[in-house]
């Protein structure tokens, strides 16, 4: 049964630092994984997506890495900003399905 | 190009009642899901649905739970007799395809139960 879990589940940093999200999963049988972005009672934003050929995508400030073999991934935000306050929410798909498994996020705090 | 709609974002119900909730794809996406978070808790997957099929609803609760897809119209999560334990923020989301790539995800619809 794929598990996911991120850590910190919390992180509170000051304004330019670069700074590290953590995921891993237990099932490395993976087809993809997606970050999320959560603001406070809001949807879900895609930030980016890792298909299970690859080994890192970048958008901006945002840079993900993937390692199947090791059942991790990272989420690096470099020169953080208040306005990247909100949970980051990594997720997997099993090949051949579907359905997304969530970690529980990581609440992020970017002071100004 | 609008997103995915969910209506009501907001729907206080009384223990007993029935709540609806209702999603409106992308345009163009006519692969469904509906996720579940509960509070302090990350998103469960309840169902899949294409028009006017349920492909895969293992995340379902056995009871009091159904949801639809029709061929004209939102899809629709329904709860019957609703308890505390329902209350929870549901989200919908699209796709254009079942093969797992990115999808898009409605605002949510926060369900308080009193």
């Known amino acids: 049964k794929q598990e996911v879990t991120q850590i910190p589940a919390a992180l509170s940093v000051p304004e330019g630092e670069n700074l590290v999200l953590n995921c891993s999963f237990t099932d490395s049988a993976i087809y993809n994984l997606q970050w999320f972005r959560q603001d406070p009672g809001k949807g879900l934003t895609s930030l980016l997506l890792i298909q299970s050929s690859q080994r890192e995508q970048t958008s901006g400030r945002l840079n993900a890495s993937l390692d199947k073999s090791s059942g991790r991934s990272t989420l690096y935000i470099a020169a953080s900003q208040p306005g990247d306050s909100a949970t980051y929410l990594c997720a997997v798909t099993t090949s051949g399905t579907y359905k997304y498994i969530f970690g529980t996020g990581t609440r992020l705090k970017v002071l100004a | 190009n609008a997103g995915v709609m969910q209506n009501p974002r907001h729907l206080v119900r009384r223990r007993g009642q029935e709540a609806r909730l209702r999603c409106s794809p992308m345009?163009?996406?006519?692969?469904v899901y509906w996720y579940r978070q509960l509070p302090e808790e990350g998103l469960k997957f309840m169902v899949y649905?294409?028009?006017?099929?349920?492909?895969?609803e293992s995340g379902m609760p056995k009871e009091r739970f159904s949801a639809e897809f029709p061929k004209e119209g939102p899809s629709i999560l329904r709860i019957q007799q609703v308890v505390r334990g329902d209350s929870a923020a549901y989200f919908c989301a699209s796709s254009p395809d079942g093969q797992g790539n990115t999808i898009y995800f409605g605002e949510g619809s926060w369900l308080t139960v009193v």
């Open positions: 649905l294409q028009k006017e099929n349920i492909i895969d």
């Open positions: 345009k163009g996406h006519s692969h």
